[in-house]
């Protein structure tokens, strides 16, 4: 088995230097918030694999390249010949804000099956990932997510579900319904500060859903802070760990490096502290630069940042 097995819709993120509107040049990049875990886990020279549906075209074939040079195990990903590639138009409004627009409906990777994910599961993986982003993407997609989820976690891999909240997607009401039960299969719920109340209550503070998710089984809910790093909380209590300073000129990905980044101190065997810093490290590394992964550390640069201490 792999190190880390992460499902979901890998997309084609076209880039803008400016407003859409305007036109001008588009990049097209390798996106989506499953395969830049898989990206980071493998920069760090972990196993990873992703798993998911892509086009049989070019925009696919673009994708699985991506993936391969990286160093991401795709043997699971399956081609679709009658569905496209979701799309992502990342658009460069002005110098320090960026809009998203989806063409991902109907898309191949929206309709990820059970049947897709038999083959991954059954390989076997230390850590599953999976976010909530693919239960919004389709009925089929849900339902591949819950079992999973339900099956990893019944075979003892630790799985860590990342809320990732998409408003383009569904309402927070459709999210909390269909999150709240997932996160019960998960060792490691991971959420900014407003998703935490999509997996339990609406409205409740910080500490009751923390303490609410314990209680479901839970062992580690991690609340990612942005610029003031993230706070951790398990049975021991809690803890905060501080961003690195760097110079942010890109937040798209940052969060899925901090997941990254603990999931690689896990599977070192960190302790909690250690996984942090970890966390936070890639966090850095992530808003330091353009791109979702792209500026991703290898394992020998991870050290480039450790003069940087938390502010
Ligand atoms: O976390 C970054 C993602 O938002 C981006 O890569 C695209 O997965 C994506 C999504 O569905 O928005």
Known sequence: GVDLLTFGEALVSLRSTGPLTAGGALTPHLAGAESN??????????????????????????????????????????????????????????????????????????????????????????VLHLTGITPALSERAREAAAWAAETAARAGTLVCLDVNHRAKLWSRDAARAVLTPLAGHASVVVASADELDLVGASGADEETLAAGLLARGVSTVLVKLGGDGARAYTRDGRRHAAALPVTAVDTVGAGDAFTAGYLSGHLDGLDLAGRLRRAVTLGAFAVAGHGDWETLPRRDELSLLDSRQPG
């Open 37 to 126: 875990v898989a990206v980071g886990l493998a920069r760090l020279g972990h196993r990873a694999a992703f798993a998911g549906r892509v086009s049989d075209d070019e925009l696919g074939g673009f994708l699985l390249r991506q993936l391969r040079a990286e160093g991401v195990d795709v043997t699971h990903v399956v081609r679709d010949r009658e569905r496209p590639a979701g799309l992502m138009f990342l658009e460069r409004r002005t110098a320090d804000l960026t809009r998203v627009l989806y063409q991902r409906a109907g898309s191949a990777g929206s309709v990820l099956g059970v049947d897709d994910l038999r083959p991954a599961l059954a390989a076997g993986a230390r």
